[in-house]
């Protein structure tokens, strides 16, 4: 093969990946082994500038824009088998006040739990149908985020009050209701999941 040829079949591998790291959004070395592309070019394009480590690991677009939303990427990158919940799912929802510096991750009592790293994770343990139900999926920035949709939130926030405070549960829950996100049965529904129906029944009732 000749030098130009050589040339020319990086400028391409190196496309590739500035197309990949494009569309997933997030993209970790490995991502790259069912193309058959190096690692190596995932930094020869970090010196270029054209990527950027935003973690251990994982690399996206210099440009990217991902918000606030960017450590839950990263968090859901990390932690493909966890759902975003509590504070991180309530103020994706747009349901707090709050704004936690953690990444609020639920996995199954019975999963791997992730290694120390230097993102700031809260880890809760859930089990059975209370970990299963109620998760919506988004995308962001080419990244598939799994998120509990708002009532399952809410009940979650009842259940789990003493980690978070009854005074954050009680506001999501006049939120969801105020601004018409979920509906009383929906809500009745996730409390009942959750186990935290004769705890919410009071609260419920008084905004009917």
Known sequence: MTHSNESKQGQSKTQQVLELVRNLGMLRPRDLEPY????EYLRRLEQQGEIVRSG??????????????ST????????????????????????????????????????WTPQSTKLPLRIVYMSGESFHTGIDTHNIAGVTIQIYNPAK?????????HKIGLDV????????????????????HYAKICRVSNVI???LESLV
Request: glycine share 4%.
């Open 72 to 111: 839950m990427v990263e968090a859901s990158k990390r932690v493909p088998h966890g759902v975003v919940c509590l504070l991180s799912a309530l103020r994706f929802h747009n349901i707090t006040t709050q704004a936690p510096f953690e990444v609020w991750m639920a996995i199954d009592r019975k999963a």
């Open 169 to 188: 549960a009680l506001e999501a829950l006049r939120e969801c209701w105020r601004e018409r996100i979920s509906t009383i049965d929906e809500l009745w």
């Open 201 to 203: 029944r009071p609260y």
């Open 153 to 161: 939130t809410v009940a979650d926030c009842f259940k789990y009050r």
């Open 36 to 39: 058959g592309i190096h690692r």
């Open 56 to 69: 251990r690991g994982l690399y996206t677009i210099a440009e990217a824009d991902l918000s606030e939303h």
